[in-house]
């Protein structure tokens, strides 16, 4: 029977209507299926046959299924994907963060305004038991609030680890998934004249979606349908039907900090500085930029406060005449934490100090050995300093002074130097008796009410906290010589001090060191005798300069190298955090505007339109229903020639 009667036209007419109904069907029932492209049957006459009279039409055939795709609109999704993973994970980080340091019950304000409204209150009533109990109770809130601050910025640092595993481990659940497909799919397209497994396709796209979740990837396909993925900085994550894992390993200086490795048979690489987009992007940007400064500044933060109020405080005298002692517990010396980086040659121990907290940076360091010298970089702005004096003696820089304390340091070595990191878990009271609080001056100063002139002395101030000035009932006195310009010291180191009431009247400034560190300033123009005393401040239990002066440390510049007070440092702080939070939220608002359109695109191509499909059905089906006349035709014609025959 020649192919092109009427019977096997309708037979392939009827068999492409059912393969495009089908396929159609299938469209329809996978509206929902994340991933899934609209598919079509492809048609294509058949080749006709040759009579007399022309070339006569044998029917149709389906020549393939064909999903509608389109490479870059996918592309531009993933790249899209993984975009906005990045900036919500480290959105959503970021604001944790923010909120810990704004929030009032969480961050620092509140506790820090008590303890220093403690302090003056105590500076009006210093007599007060009330007002000494007040501040030491503020001051423990206060510590604690530190401590406690630090402790959930520590919970947020082990949880990027236990992050960072969790994603890892599903990036290589992922790659091996693909890496499976691509078997599957070149198996088949090998078993079947190169015909594609569409399903399996969108399966395999959708995974690789999912992947540019975790981390920003490259894909190339290959000749055989695979596809190859890639990360970071080429590192093959797929190749062909083989997978390669990633993992985690602890940092070269930092046992505790996990970073990203790539295994091979070799071992494996760190990679976490090539890893870019998705949430493992998320996770490491986060951890360098948000979490590990804001702990570094907390501690700076807390090394300021505690060294600065313990030495005002040891200036001062408490009821029992006795000098301040610290207030809260020290953390500038041995705070510091150098770590050696774990494949170095030689066994140097460094020591850290902080010197002084007034020049201390937020910002960790490395030093390095290179050939003879020996180089510490701010990692904040990679400010390399030279040490000339480090490792035969001790080097200052930042208000760090770094010491070689034993073994030695070979070429190529190299230390981090973490100044502050831990120093708000080391903050806390030092002082446990309120009576011990030095509200008092330990000296006080007076002019004899004989004196003729206008000269003034100012309260002395102590510069050595080593003891009290003074002997017991000591006093030092100052009688004017005015023919020679000087006071006459007696009672103390003796000697002269120089005076000219022409140039100096409006205050000049004394030393004498050799008494316990006195200071003081005479001003005004004292006559000839007139004499000024000095005295240990026996009794002072009113006197209010020192507490005074505690109180005037929350705003006095004591850090950037006397630029800041403690409030505008810790609102720096908090302003810091807040900026890169609001950034980090127009990020996540702009990605997920290019995201959704990106999307759109994407699905205005390969998405299932319902619309479509139904209408699809219509002319699907009554294709079929022609079809199946043109059969039927065929077989009344063909009984009407049988009839004809028979007769």
Do not use: W
């Not at 109770?137 to 530190?146: N, P, S």
């Not at 200036?315 to 980086?341: C, H, K, W, Y």
């Not at 699907?620 to 079809?627: G, L, S």
């Amino acid at each position: 029977m020649p192919s092109s009667d009427l019977l096997g036209i309708g037979a392939s007419g009827l068999l492409a209507a059912q393969r495009a109904l089908a396929t159609t069907s299938h469209n329809i029932a996978n509206v929902n299926t994340p991933g899934f492209s609209r598919q079509r049957a492809e048609l294509a006459a058949r080749l006709p046959e040759f009579t007399g009279q022309g070339f006569i039409g044998t029917g149709v055939d389906v020549t393939t299924v064909r999903r509608a795709y389109d490479s870059f609109l996918t592309e531009q999704a993933r790249h899209a994907t993984s975009e906005y993973a990045q900036s919500k994970a480290f959105h959503d980080l970021a604001a944790q963060v923010d909120n810990l340091f704004a929030d009032s019950e969480t961050g620092l304000s509140t506790s820090s305004q008590h303890f220093f409204n403690a302090a003056q209150a105590l500076a009006n009533d210093p007599s007060s038991p009330a007002a000494r109990q007040m501040l030491l109770t503020e001051g423990e809130t206060f510590e604690a609030r530190v401590r406690s601050l630090d402790g959930r910025l520590s919970e947020l640092d082990e949880g990027i680890n236990t992050r960072l595993q969790a994603t890892v481990a599903e990036v290589n659940t992922l790659s091996s998934s693909i890496a499976g497909l691509n078997q599957q799919i070149r198996d088949l397209r090998g078993q079947h004249n190169d015909q594609p497994p569409n399903d399996l396709l969108d399966q395999r796209d959708q995974l690789i979606q999912d992947l540019s979740q975790k981390a920003a990837v490259t894909v190339l396909p290959q000749d055989d349908g695979s596809l190859n993925v890639f990360i970071g900085k080429g590192q093959s994550l797929v190749t062909g039907d083989h997978s390669h894992s990633l993992t985690t390993l602890a940092n070269s200086y930092e046992a505790s900090r996990l970073e990203v490795g790539y295994a091979t048979k070799g071992g494996v690489t760190p990679i976490s500085d090539s890893i870019q987009g998705g949430e493992l992007g998320a996770l490491l940007s986060f951890r360098d930029e948000v979490l590990e400064p804001s702990r570094n500044a907390l501690g700076q933060l807390a090394v300021g406060v505690a060294q600065s109020f313990n030495e005002q405080h040891r200036l001062g005298m408490d009821p029992q005449g006795e000098l301040g002692g610290d207030f809260f517990a020290p953390i500038d010396s041995n705070t510091a934490v150098s770590l050696p980086r774990a494949d170095n040659t030689g066994d140097g121990v460094i020591a850290v100090a902080i010197s002084d907290a007034s020049k201390l940076t937020d910002s960790d360091y490395r030093l390095d050995r290179n050939g003879a010298g020996f180089t510490l970089t701010r990692l904040s702005d990679n400010q390399a300093f030279s040490l000339s004096a480090f490792p035969g003696g001790a080097e200052t820089v930042d208000g760090l002074t770094l010491n070689l304390t034993s073994g030695s340091i070979n070429g190529g070595d190299s230390y981090l130097i973490q100044p502050t990191r831990t120093a708000a878990q080391q903050f806390g009271m030092a002082l446990t008796d309120s009576a011990r609080i030095a509200a008092a001056g330990p000296i006080r100063t007076e002019a004899n009410l004989g004196n003729g002139g206008t000269g003034q002395i100012s309260a002395a101030a102590v510069t050595n906290t080593t003891g009290l000035p003074l002997p017991p009932n000591g006093e030092v006195t100052l009688t004017y010589d005015a023919a020679a310009r000087q006071f006459n010291v007696s009672g103390g180191p003796g000697g002269t001090l120089d005076f000219d009431p022409a140039t100096e009247s409006n205050g000049k400034e004394f030393d004498l060191p050799s008494v316990g560190g006195l200071n003081f300033i005479i001003s005004g123009v004292p006559a000839d005798g007139d004499t000024f005393m000095l005295q240990n401040n026996t009794g002072g239990v009113g006197d209010n300069r020192n507490a005074l002066s505690l109180a005037g440390l929350q705003t006095k510049p004591i850090f950037q190298d006397g630029t800041m007070s403690y409030q505008e440092q810790y609102g720096r702080l908090v302003a810091e955090v807040g900026a890169r939070t609001r950034q980090a939220e127009a990020n996540q608002d702009t990605h997920k505007t290019l995201l959704d359109q990106a999307v759109a695109e994407k699905e205005g191509v390969s998405g299932v339109n319902l619309e479509e499909e139904a209408a699809n059905l219509i002319r699907f089906q009554q294709a079929f229903q022609a079809a199946a006349r043109v059969i039927s035709t065929a077989d009344t014609m063909f009984q009407t020639l049988l009839g004809a025959v028979g007769r």
